[in-house]
T-cell receptor, first 114, second 116 residues
Framework: KQEVTQIPAALSVPEGENLVLNCSFT??????LQWFRQDPGKGLTSLLL?????REQTSGRLNASLDKSSGRSTLYIAASQPGDSATYLC?????????????FGAGTQVVVTP | GAGVSQSPRYKVAKRGQDVALRCDPI?????LFWYQQALGQGPEFLTY????????KSGLPSDRFFAERPEGSVSTLKIQRTQQEDSAVYLC??????????????FGPGTRLTVL
């Protein structure tokens, strides 16, 4: 049974530092992995989607890597800003799933201090 | 166009009451998902619709939970005889295509349900 884990549960960094968020999953049979951002009282916003055949995706200051064989993904956020403060969730779509339902980790709560 | 909207945003119910939560997906989106997010946890899948057909309800925690999407657009999640363990944020998401394994899901803001 697939399990998705995010460590640490919370992280605080000073503005300007790079952020490194980790996600691990136990079953490498996935279609894709996504990183989401969740702000209090708001829904989830998709940041990056990595297909199982890809190694990484980049968007602006964000870069996500995927090592499917070892069951790991890392989200890098360069030069963090206070506006990056949020909870970051990773989610996988399992290969045996027909509809694309997402299986989430519990998230990493990030605080970027000015 | 507009994103996914959900109503109400907040709902307080007494234990034993029935509640109905509404989701308006992005116009034209075929796939619709409901998720339940407990405090401090990631969302967990409840059910999936492809147009008006409910193709997967494996995540519904009990027969007190019921969902419908009769015309293939708006969806309603109904919880009968609410219990305290039903307290959570209920998220709705839609995606453009059928079997959206490669599609981004667009999430609504959620409905926070508190059962007293």
């Amino acid at each position: 049974k697939q399990e998705v884990t995010q460590i640490p549960a919370a992280l605080s960094v000073p503005e300007g530092e790079n952020l490194v968020l980790n996600c691990s999953f136990t079953d490498s049979a996935i279609y894709n992995l996504q990183w989401f951002r969740q702000d209090p009282g708001k829904g989830l916003t998709s940041l990056l989607l990595i297909q199982s055949s890809q190694r990484e995706q980049t968007s602006g200051r964000l870069n996500a890597s995927l090592d499917k064989s070892s069951g790991r993904s890392t989200l890098y956020i360069a030069a963090s800003q206070p506006g990056d403060s949020a909870t970051y969730l990773c989610a996988v779509t399992n290969a045996g799933d027909s509809w694309g339902k997402l299986q989430f980790g519990a998230g990493t709560q990030v605080v970027v201090t000015p | 166009g507009a994103g996914v909207s959900q109503s109400p945003r907040y709902k307080v119910a007494k234990r034993g009451q029935d509640v109905a939560l509404r989701c308006d997906p992005i116009s034209g989106h075929v796939s619709l998902f409901w998720y339940q997010q407990a405090l401090g946890q990631g969302p967990e899948f409840l059910t999936y619709f492809q147009n008006e057909a409910q193709l997967d309800k494996s995540g519904l925690p009990s027969d007190r939970f019921f969902a419908e999407r009769p015309e293939g657009s708006v969806s309603t999640l109904k919880i009968q005889r609410t219990q305290q363990e039903d307290s959570a944020v209920y998220l709705c998401a839609s995606s453009l295509r059928l079997a959206g394994r490669t599609d981004t899901q667009y999430f609504g803001p959620g409905t926070r349900l508190t059962v007293l």
